[in-house]
């Protein structure tokens, strides 16, 4: 059975930066893409970021460029997703997905391209 496990949410004040984890089970992520989410309250669900394991190529949203980076380690099977100069605006439930097969995305930041999800991690930005 495949899953996905987030982790790293915690509270951060602005400016500050965290590291949030995505380790995948069940399934090797090479060829995937593997996508990022977050929901924060009252706001739909944004895909924010995601990476092609196949060949390193990385999307970003225009709410996170150039502060977000995404990267991957086959070793642990884990997805990364590195947040600098966090806003309060970043505060939400970050979420991890992966799609039903392997090879590329049409549209890598829209959630009707995963199928399998984690649970979540909250971050909250605040002084």
């Known amino acids: 059975q495949v899953q996905l496990a987030e982790s790293g949410g915690t509270l951060v004040q602005p400016g500050g930066s965290l590291r949030l984890s995505c380790l995948v089970s069940g399934v090797r992520l090479n060829k995937y893409v593997i996508g990022w989410f977050r929901r924060a309250p009252g706001k739909s669900r944004e895909g924010i970021s995601s990476i092609d394991t196949s060949d390193g190529r990385t999307f970003y949203a225009d709410s996170v460029k150039g502060r977000f980076t995404v990267s991957e380690d086959n070793d642990k099977n884990t997805v990364y997703l590195q947040m600098n100069d966090l806003k309060p605006e970043d505060t939400a439930v970050y979420y991890c997905?992966?799609?039903?097969?392997?090879?590329?995305?049409?549209?890598?930041?829209?959630?009707?391209?995963?199928?399998?999800w984690g649970q979540g991690t909250q971050v909250t930005v605040s002084s």
């Open positions: 997905a992966l799609p039903p097969r392997r090879w590329g995305l049409n549209y890598p930041l829209n959630s009707f391209e995963y199928d399998t």
